[in-house]
């Protein structure tokens, strides 16, 4: 099972801008399809973007245009590119990794959007 670690998360005033970061362990991580999921306190964990192996996006309404996704396949590596960022960002953002009966999480790591 592919190990997943996040980083980049942190304090940011409205506006602006955060990358996250996605490790993963394996060699095999270019066959995965990953997500990035978030979780605001009291709230339902949420996908916000998917990439699949072949390198197809998809995105939640509310970060369409303002969020991008990508992939690193040489380095194990998936990002999640935040722009005009809003305070109802805010969350713990999670890195997913799937692919046939396999289901990956990392830890998270916390963004939080305030003035």
């Known amino acids: 099972q592919v190990q997943l670690v996040e980083s980049g998360g942190g304090l940011v005033q409205p506006g602006g801008s955060l990358r996250l970061s996605c490790a993963a362990s394996?060699?095999?991580?270019?066959?995965?399809?990953m997500d990035w999921y978030r979780q605001a306190p009291g709230k339902q964990r949420e996908l916000v973007a998917t990439?699949?192996?072949?390198?197809?996006?998809n995105y939640a309404d509310s970060v369409k245009g303002r969020f991008t996704i990508s992939r690193d396949n040489a380095k194990n590596m998936v990002y999640l590119q935040m722009n005009s960022l809003k305070p109802e960002d805010t969350a713990v953002y999670y890195c997913?990794?799937?692919?046939?009966?396999?289901?990956?999480w990392g830890q998270g790591t916390q963004v939080t959007v305030s003035s």
């Open positions: 990439i699949t192996s072949a390198g197809f996006t």
């Open positions: 394996e060699s095999t991580f270019r066959f995965y399809t």
């Open positions: 997913n990794a799937h692919r046939l009966s396999t289901d990956s």
